[in-house]
Each structure stands twice: as C-alpha cells, then as structure tokens.
C-alpha cells in the first residue's frame, strides 16, 4: 500500500456507521413512547424534513439549538397534528439514537488494514458528543482512531473552514498530508475543499454529481479507499 497521506479524516454517519438504518430504529422507539405508528411515508417525510434542517445548519441559517429544541414539535404538528414539547421529545430521541451503532459493510475489515498499515485515523463528524461517542463505544470503532473532532464540541461543524482549522492546530498538520473521507457533498467534500486538503466522496449509491462540488477522488465501496490513500 503506496501511502500519499499520514492523515485519515473520517466522517462518521453513512460512511463507517449505518445512520439510515440508526435513524429508523430511533424513530420507531419515538412513535411507539407517543403510541403512534410510524408509515412508510411518515419517515419519509421526517427525514427529508430532517435533512433539510442539517443543510440550513450547514449554510449557517439555522443554529444547533434551534434544530434540537423545535425539530420534533414542528414535525409533530405539521404531519400528526399533535403538540409536543420538542426539547422533551428531542432528548427522548437522541437517548432512542445513541442506541444504533450498525456498520456499513466492510468498515470494520477496512479500519483494522488501515491501522495495521500506521495511518493516523481521526474521526471528524457533525452531531452531538455523547451519541457518537456512545455509538463509537458501541461499535468498537473507537479502537481504531487516534482522535475524535466532533462539532458539538468544537463549536463549528463541516463544511466551516475553522472546523478543519481547529484540527490542524490540535494535530499540527499541513494539508498535504491529510484527506477526508465521507458521503456528503455539501459537509465533508465541500469542508475539505474549503480547507484546502484532498476529498474522498464516497458514493454507494453512485448518484450523480451535478453539483459545483466537486471530489478529488469518487469510490462506491469501501474497499477502494486503500488504492487511493
């Protein structure tokens, strides 16, 4: 393994854990404490609803605060008709989300080669501290990696440029040496681009890319990462 960088910065959710599927077993355990029952149609609609809030938080038109405490009771009222308190009904979430620490196929096998092959491996994610650390715990990724950044505590998320540059500081890195690796255009490829350092999309489901956002590298699995690093 030829190895242009020393640095791995890894995105968490979609790219080693399942989120999707985390999501949908979080959302279950919701509706059923509201003794509702979650359609088909009602998750999809609470994801798309969803998303849409992580991308106005990503463009800075939303704050973290804002999305945790009204997320719920907007979606309540919206699509159920139902008030609820949306910092209660968040916090009950977030406790049903820490609980998902399903892997995507071929994460495991890939960390254990990587560290085998002494890359620096870091966890860079979007989200809150004590679920991704539980979901790290959980999963047993947390093995792997030799530092954790995640925006909650950073106070700057991806795509920001003092995201990256407060994990340049702290790893005292230059550019070069350093690539992410993640499944969002708009948080970890535009976030790498901003900072100035290579980008790997990874890409599963082999969407087109018609954005101005563009990836130094593409890969659809996993396994592909160590030709290119």
Do not use: C
């Not at 985390?22 to 919701?30: G, H, S, V, W």
């Not at 009204?70 to 406790?95: N, P």
């Not at 992410?180 to 980008?199: E, P, Q, R, Y």
Request: hydrophobic fraction near 35%; avoid cysteine.
């Amino acid at each position: 393994m030829t190895q242009k960088y020393t640095d791995l910065l890894f995105d968490l959710d979609d790219t080693l854990l399942d989120f999707g599927a985390t999501e949908t077993q979080a959302l279950r355990l919701l509706f059923a404490t509201y003794n509702l029952e979650m359609t088909p149609q009602l998750e999809k609609d609470y994801k798309k609803f969803n998303q849409s809030l992580w991308k106005k938080l990503e463009l800075g038109t939303l704050s973290r605060k804002e999305l945790l405490e009204k997320r719920f009771s907007t979606f309540f009222k919206e699509h159920l008709a139902l008030d609820v308190d949306g910092i209660v009904t968040g916090k009950q979430y977030t406790s049903f989300l820490a609980q998902g620490h399903q892997q995507i196929k071929g994460a495991k096998e890939l960390l254990q080669d990587l560290k085998k092959a002494n890359y620096r491996l870091h966890i860079v994610t979007n989200g809150n501290k004590n679920i991704q650390y539980k979901r790290l715990d959980d999963s047993h990724f947390n093995r792997f990696f030799d530092t954790i950044f995640i925006s909650e505590e950073i106070g700057y998320q991806k795509p920001t440029k003092q995201f990256f540059e407060h994990i340049f500081n702290k790893l005292d890195l230059v550019p070069n040496q350093a690539i992410i690796i993640g499944d969002s255009l708009s948080s970890d490829i535009k976030g790498g681009i901003n900072a100035g350092i290579d980008t790997l999309w990874y890409n599963p489901a082999q969407i087109a890319n018609n954005s101005t956002i563009q990836p130094t590298y593409e890969i659809h699995k996993l396994e592909e990462i160590k030709e290119i690093v």
